[in-house]
């Protein structure tokens, strides 16, 4: 895992989520918060991006 930052493109692309769906996970406490990185810009961290994935698919092996 890394510690770099993502944009928004990469973590639509790694969860198949769109940028609507991914806010109102955030702003149901469940999915990483992302960093203002500039005045207009945000970033995610990937390491937190790529340890949500992870749970959510250990989530879903437990269940089956």
Avoid: Q
């Avoid at 198949?16 to 961290?45: D, M, Q």
């Amino acid at each position: 895992m890394s510690d770099r930052f993502i944009r928004f493109a990469e973590v639509e692309h790694r969860t198949g989520f769109c940028r609507a769906w991914i806010y109102h996970l955030i702003a149901l406490g469940e999915f990483p918060r992302p960093v203002k990185t500039g005045k207009r810009a945000v970033s995610f961290i990937e390491r937190e991006v790529d340890a949500w994935i992870e749970d959510k698919i250990k989530n879903t092996l437990r269940h089956k």
